[in-house]
């Protein structure tokens, strides 16, 4: 809406400076990085190349953690998606009950440092005598998760047209009937959204998986974290390369259903609740 | 029972048991006592807290509190530039300026920290630009630092910061600005006296948002800091999976959460107070 748009004075030219500074100082390593995976270098000359990449692919140990990140968060993002829709819709205009506990115990999860988070599960999981492994960190993530899902689809919720689903009711659908026909089908953008959410949430976390997952079973952040400890390598530029452009195709998801704002407004909950969308 | 509250069953089942139960058994573990190998012995004792309050380890929490605060100050400073900016470019400007500022935060943090080693490292552009200009330096203390931890936690917790400073600053009621320049204020003055004041929930809003995390951070300490700078994260860390003291770390977590709660407590208050004012 540019016509109601008011102008805006200009920030003063430092504050220019300083974004292009810090987007310099935030982009400039990746940049650097993925350049050096594209790269090969002889002592005296330096060309372009895709060895490293097919030198990653053809490695055993990367691809199985790159299968088990992928098995964790499909799981985790269903799991959690499921669970967080179901939760968002029961929370939905309802008062009282179990509500207040289901959402206070959303915003623990989502405001926790998470290096509590992980140790506190790690805990659990000892005392329960659960065999740390993927099923454990499936549960990690999980846990992280549902609250987004929530977030997500809560925000569509918040804004849906309430005569739709009273219309139902008054051309005699069932609670169950009007869910069916009228609300979720209305939520699937949101739902898809929330899903990419919790994929991209689990796909990139290393700290909570640290804690929690089994010897020889580790994520690809796990084992990059691993085998960044010994060092840099044109293999590992490549691969984190290759990780920054799987995050990037999940973005496109995530951006285009907005998630991204709730991702941010979640963590920041206790700063307002109704959030209007802007153009 | 509704409907409606079998939909939030499973959810509330799940938090229960996942989120609940495991803080209640930390906050348990830490008045346990640590087992002649590791592990939990189950007599009770507050030796950890006493512990905990000791001089090594109040020094510690010292030095990630000072940090934290820091890195808070300096996303702060950086935050109302980098959104002011933003937030008066043009409508399509604004949304690239968005795009390259959650981008490398929505990316895998081992990645990014992975690329400032890289760019710091032997090989890497700084050291070969140094060596070009002839400029003196030691290879590895350039490697592994406290400025470099400080970089590594600002650029990875500005997001946190911007984005709820930018989404004040579209809301903000910019024919304020112009009022206060046809009044003959030059910007710094419409800056502190116009603009912050109206921003004052987003500023404390961000700053919590980042305050919370630097605190117990422990990823880019370790990866960028080298083995000279121990943190408190490190420390909770270190006492869960190498030196197996989980009663010792369990205490040293329950005291990080009491401080943030009273954190969170204060800043309710003070919106409450705001709110009826």
Same mark, same amino acid.
């Given at each position: 809406?540019?016509? *109601?748009?008011?102008?805006?004075?200009?920030?003063?030219?430092?504050?220019?400076?300083?974004?292009?500074?810090?987007?310099?100082?935030?982009?400039?390593?990746?940049?650097?990085?993925?350049?050096?995976?594209?790269?090969?270098? =002889?002592?005296?000359?330096?060309?372009?190349?895709?060895?490293?990449?097919?030198?990653?692919?053809?490695?055993?140990?990367?691809?199985?953690?790159?299968?088990?990140?992928?098995?964790?968060?499909? =799981?985790?993002?269903?799991?959690?998606?499921? *669970?967080?829709?179901?939760?968002?819709?029961?929370?939905?205009?309802?008062?009282?009950?179990?509500?207040?506990?289901?959402?206070?115990?959303?915003?623990?999860?989502?405001?926790?440092?998470?290096?509590?988070?992980?140790?506190?599960?790690?805990?659990?999981?000892?005392?329960?005598?659960?065999?740390?492994? %993927?099923?454990?960190?499936?549960?990690?993530?999980?846990?992280?998760?549902?609250?987004?899902?929530?977030?997500?689809?809560?925000?569509?919720?918040? =804004?849906?047209?309430?005569?739709?689903?009273?219309?139902?009711?008054?051309?005699?659908?069932?609670?169950?009937?009007?869910?069916?026909?009228?609300?979720?089908?209305?939520?699937?953008?949101?739902? *898809?959204?929330?899903?990419?959410?919790?994929?991209?949430?689990?796909?990139?976390?290393?700290?909570?998986?640290?804690?929690?997952?089994?010897?020889?079973?580790?994520? %690809?952040?796990?084992?990059?974290?691993?085998?960044?400890?010994?060092?840099?390598?044109?293999?590992?530029?490549?691969?984190?390369?290759?990780?920054?452009?799987?995050?990037?195709?999940?973005? *496109?998801?995530?951006?285009?259903?907005?998630?991204?704002?709730?991702?941010?407004?979640?963590?920041?909950?206790?700063?307002?609740?109704?959030?209007?969308?802007?153009? | 029972?509704?409907?409606?509250?079998?939909?939030?069953?499973? &959810?509330?089942?799940?938090?229960?048991?996942?989120?609940?139960?495991?803080?209640?058994? #930390?906050?348990? #573990?830490?008045?346990?006592?640590?087992?002649?190998?590791?592990?939990?012995?189950?007599?009770?004792?507050?030796?950890?807290?006493?512990?905990?309050?000791?001089?090594?380890? !109040?020094?510690?929490?010292?030095?990630?509190?000072?940090? &934290? !605060?820091?890195? /808070?100050?300096?996303?702060?400073?950086?935050?109302?530039?980098?959104?002011?900016?933003?937030?008066?470019?043009?409508?399509?400007?604004?949304?690239?300026?968005?795009?390259?500022? #959650?981008?490398?935060?929505?990316?895998?943090?081992?990645?990014?920290?992975?690329?400032?080693?890289?760019?710091?490292? &032997?090989?890497?552009?700084?050291?070969?630009?140094?060596?070009?200009?002839?400029?003196?330096?030691?290879?590895?203390?350039?490697?592994?630092?406290?400025?470099?931890?400080?970089?590594?936690?600002?650029? /990875?917790?500005?997001?946190?910061?911007?984005?709820?400073?930018?989404?004040?600053?579209?809301?903000?009621?910019?024919?304020?600005?112009?009022?206060?320049?046809?009044?003959?204020?030059?910007?710094?003055?419409?800056?502190? /006296?116009?603009?912050?004041?109206?921003?004052?929930?987003?500023?404390?809003?961000?700053? +919590? !948002?980042?305050?919370?995390?630097?605190?117990?951070?422990?990823?880019?300490?370790?990866? +960028?800091?080298?083995?000279?700078?121990?943190?408190?994260?490190?420390?909770?860390?270190?006492?869960?999976?190498?030196?197996?003291?989980?009663?010792?770390?369990?205490?040293?977590?329950?005291?990080?959460?009491?401080?943030?709660?009273?954190? &969170?407590?204060?800043?309710?208050?003070?919106?409450?107070?705001?709110?009826?004012?």
């Amino acid at each position: 809406m540019p016509a *109601i748009e008011r102008s805006r004075p200009q920030a003063p030219r430092l504050a220019k400076i300083v974004l292009w500074v810090t987007l310099l100082l935030l982009h400039t390593p990746i940049l650097v990085m993925i350049l050096g995976a594209l790269i090969e270098k =002889t002592p005296d000359s330096w060309s372009w190349t895709l060895r490293w990449f097919s030198e990653v692919v053809n490695d055993q140990a990367l691809m199985d953690a790159l299968q088990n990140s992928v098995l964790v968060g499909v =799981t985790a993002s269903l799991l959690s998606t499921v *669970i967080g829709t179901s939760a968002a819709v029961g929370l939905h205009r309802s008062a009282g009950g179990w509500r207040w506990a289901v959402e206070g115990l959303s915003v623990v999860s989502l405001v926790f440092p998470e290096i509590v988070f992980a140790l506190s599960l790690l805990s659990l999981f000892f005392i329960l005598q659960f065999e740390l492994g %993927l099923t454990t960190v499936v549960i990690a993530h999980v846990s992280f998760s549902i609250s987004y899902v929530m977030m997500t689809v809560g925000a569509r919720l918040a =804004t849906m047209d309430r005569s739709l689903e009273d219309a139902a009711r008054d051309l005699g659908a069932t609670e169950w009937q009007t869910y069916r026909s009228v609300v979720f089908p209305l939520l699937v953008p949101s739902i *898809i959204g929330g899903g990419a959410l919790s994929f991209l949430l689990s796909f990139d976390d290393f700290l909570i998986t640290y804690f929690v997952n089994g010897v020889g079973q580790d994520t %690809l952040p796990v084992k990059l974290y691993t085998a960044m400890k010994l060092g840099v390598s044109p293999k590992l530029n490549a691969l984190s390369s290759l990780m920054f452009v799987m995050t990037l195709l999940a973005l *496109i998801f995530f951006f285009r259903s907005s998630a991204f704002r709730v991702f941010f407004e979640a963590r920041g909950k206790h700063e307002s609740k109704s959030e209007k969308e802007n153009p | 029972m509704k409907l409606r509250d079998l939909f939030l069953l499973p &959810a509330g089942l799940w938090f229960v048991v996942f989120v609940l139960l495991p803080l209640i058994i #930390v906050g348990i #573990v830490s008045f346990a006592t640590r087992g002649t190998y590791g592990g939990i012995e189950w007599s009770w004792t507050i030796a950890n807290y006493v512990r905990a309050f000791s001089p090594t380890y !109040l020094g510690i929490f010292a030095e990630s509190f000072r940090l &934290a !605060l820091i890195t /808070t100050g300096i996303c702060l400073v950086l935050g109302v530039m980098v959104s002011w900016s933003m937030a008066t470019s043009s409508t399509r400007l604004r949304q690239l300026y968005l795009m390259a500022i #959650v981008l490398p935060f929505l990316t895998n943090l081992v990645i990014r920290i992975y690329a400032i080693r890289l760019f710091v490292g &032997a090989d890497g552009p700084l050291q070969a630009g140094l060596t070009l200009l002839g400029i003196p330096f030691d290879a590895f203390a350039l490697t592994q630092n406290k400025w470099l931890v400080l970089y590594g936690m600002v650029t /990875t917790y500005l997001p946190f910061m911007v984005l709820p400073l930018y989404g004040a600053f579209e809301k903000f009621d910019f024919s304020l600005v112009e009022a206060a320049q046809d009044l003959g204020a030059d910007v710094w003055k419409i800056l502190f /006296t116009v603009i912050l004041p109206n921003l004052k929930k987003a500023l404390w809003a961000g700053s +919590l !948002l980042v305050f919370i995390p630097s605190l117990g951070e422990y990823v880019i300490p370790d990866l +960028l800091g080298g083995a000279k700078n121990m943190l408190y994260g490190n420390l909770i860390t270190e006492q869960f999976l190498k030196a197996r003291d989980w009663p010792f770390g369990a205490a040293l977590s329950v005291l990080m959460m009491v401080l943030l709660l009273v954190l &969170a407590l204060v800043f309710r208050m003070w919106e409450a107070r705001r709110a009826r004012d």
